[in-house]
């Protein structure tokens, strides 16, 4: 009896030594990632590089086996270090029952390297088991003034030192005015709306570099060319007084978009001189709101124009083009105009007074026959007037206005070449739009040059 009662304990004790040094192999088993993602929020004025740290914890009475700890990207700028290990990957590592180990991440940013984004991401994969989990990585690639879900509370300017960085959202509240400078860069992350309750005024200068730009903050290809690279510029109700001036939308889902009326007796947005390109939604989206535009270039967007619900609006000498590319589908019209919004299958609509003066209305390579659509429902206040314009329409709109209409005649842009996703929309000596509008008080062109006070061209540019 004595020696059989040895012999339990002594298999007992082999039995539980075996279960401790097993290994725990379901892909349920207990483990916790003590980070989802690593932000390196430290501005990086020279070469940067910073180290954080997480665990990995094994909250099982098993050892652990993990299959691989390694970095995703192809030639990452993070490098890894598993318990002493360096990567870029580390396989077959072991965990003891209830310990954890180290996974220690740099990141080397150079400055200099002018074409990195200025966010560099990257992620770390950790598989046990049959089972995939993820560390996110998120450095800062440039330096510049970094703002997550940034609220201007007071009247804020912005001058052109470092280019700006958008991330989460960047809101203006009601009532603050929110000025940018001259010069200055706003690149605006994937997920960062830019909402307006109060007022922006940039201040832009014709040259090229003194024009403010707004677009994504992706700047390696060849995301760097992408339509909806970040949402765009909303306006809400409140929103009041906002004036750009030779400003550069880029690359936006929608670029600029609007609701509602002004609350004072002022338009609600102005654009002078500005260019919105390459927007994948819209470029101006409005419903009964109201904008006035001079010598703007609104070029390859899903729709360029598309005013809804009535509102006011003045479009004096504006291009209004697109060109079916790699980007971009040209399946809607570049204008439309409406009095009204359909909610739940009933039209509701609004007065509508839009004026488009000395404009060019124009699209190709898509599945479009009227680039100008006109629609109307009730009976609404409803003036819509063309005055001096060239468009492609083969169905002419009705319930408007128009005057000086050149229909159906190529504008012959300067050059355009959608395998190289080049466009230059000024004019060609001999194009049907020049010296085929009337004098509409504007004295220069979206480049800053003078235009004649008798007979300018159509568009916004003159062909000097």
């Given at each position: 009896m004595k020696a059989y009662g040895i012999l339990v304990i002594s298999f007992l004790l082999?039995?539980?030594?075996?279960?401790?040094?097993?290994?725990?192999?379901?892909?349920?088993?207990?483990?916790?990632?003590?980070?989802?993602?690593?932000?390196?929020?430290?501005?990086?004025?020279?070469?940067?590089s910073v180290y954080q740290t997480f665990k990995i914890i094994n909250e099982n009475n098993q050892k652990l086996r993990l299959s691989s700890v390694k970095l995703m990207g192809a030639a990452s700028l993070y490098q890894i270090n598993v318990d002493g290990i360096p990567g870029p990957q580390v396989n077959n590592i072991e965990i003891e029952s209830n310990d954890s180990l180290y996974v220690f991440v740099q990141v080397n940013i150079n400055q200099n390297a002018?074409?990195?984004?200025?966010?560099?991401?990257?992620?770390?994969?950790?598989?046990?088991?049959?089972?995939?989990?993820?560390?996110?990585?998120?450095?800062?690639?440039?330096?510049?003034?970094?703002?997550?879900?940034?609220?201007?509370?007071?009247?804020?300017?912005?001058?052109?030192?470092?280019?700006?960085?958008?991330?989460?959202?960047?809101?203006?509240?009601?009532?603050?005015?929110?000025?940018?400078?001259?010069?200055?860069r706003i690149y605006v992350h994937a997920d960062a709306p830019i909402i307006v309750d109060g007022s922006i005024q940039v201040n832009g200068q014709k040259d090229t570099i003194d024009r403010v730009y707004f677009r994504g903050d992706r700047l390696d290809d060849p995301y760097r060319d992408f339509p909806a690279g970040w949402p765009g510029i909303f306006f809400r109700g409140a929103s009041k007084d906002n004036i750009f001036t030779y400003a550069v939308i880029k690359n936006a889902y929608q670029a600029i978009a609007s609701q509602d009326l002004p609350v004072n007796a002022n338009p609600k947005i102005t654009l002078n001189e500005t260019i919105i390109d390459n927007a994948y939604d819209a470029g101006i989206i409005a419903i009964n709101s109201s904008v006035r535009a001079r010598n703007c270039l609104i070029s390859n967007c899903g729709k360029n124009i598309f005013l809804v619900k009535g509102g006011d609006y003045q479009f004096t000498h504006c291009t209004v083009v697109t060109y079916a590319n790699r980007f971009i589908d040209h399946r809607d019209q570049v204008l439309l105009v409406s009095n009204f919004i359909t909610v739940n299958n009933v039209p509701v609509s609004a007065n509508l007074n839009a004026l488009f003066r000395n404009c060019i209305f124009w699209g190709e390579n898509g599945l479009v026959d009227n680039e100008v659509v006109v629609a109307k429902n009730g009976n609404t206040t409803f003036n819509v007037n063309f005055d001096y314009n060239l468009w492609k329409v083969q169905t002419?709109?009705?319930?408007?206005?128009?005057?000086?209409?050149?229909?159906?005649?190529?504008?012959?842009?300067?050059?355009?070449?959608?395998?190289?996703?080049?466009?230059?929309?000024?004019l060609k000596t001999g194009s049907p739009a020049i010296n085929k509008g009337t004098n509409a008080g504007v004295t220069i062109d979206l480049d800053g040059k003078p235009r004649p006070v008798g007979l300018p061209d159509l568009g916004c540019f003159e062909k000097q």
């Open positions: 082999l039995f539980f030594s075996c279960k401790k040094e097993s290994f725990i192999t379901s892909p349920d088993a207990r483990v916790t990632i003590t980070a989802d993602t690593l932000k390196y929020d430290t501005v990086f004025v020279s070469s940067g002018n074409n990195l984004p200025f966010i560099v991401r990257d992620s770390i994969q950790i598989s046990y088991n049959g089972k995939n989990r993820l560390v996110q990585l998120e450095a800062w690639g440039q330096n510049a003034h970094f703002f997550r879900n940034k609220k201007i509370t007071v009247n804020e300017t912005w001058n052109n030192d470092l280019p700006y960085v958008i991330l989460g959202s960047l809101t203006i509240d009601t009532n603050k005015t929110f000025i940018i400078n001259k010069g200055c002419a709109p009705t319930n408007i206005t128009s005057n000086q209409i050149i229909n159906n005649q190529n504008p012959q842009f300067d050059s355009v070449n959608t395998s190289r996703n080049y466009y230059d929309f000024r």
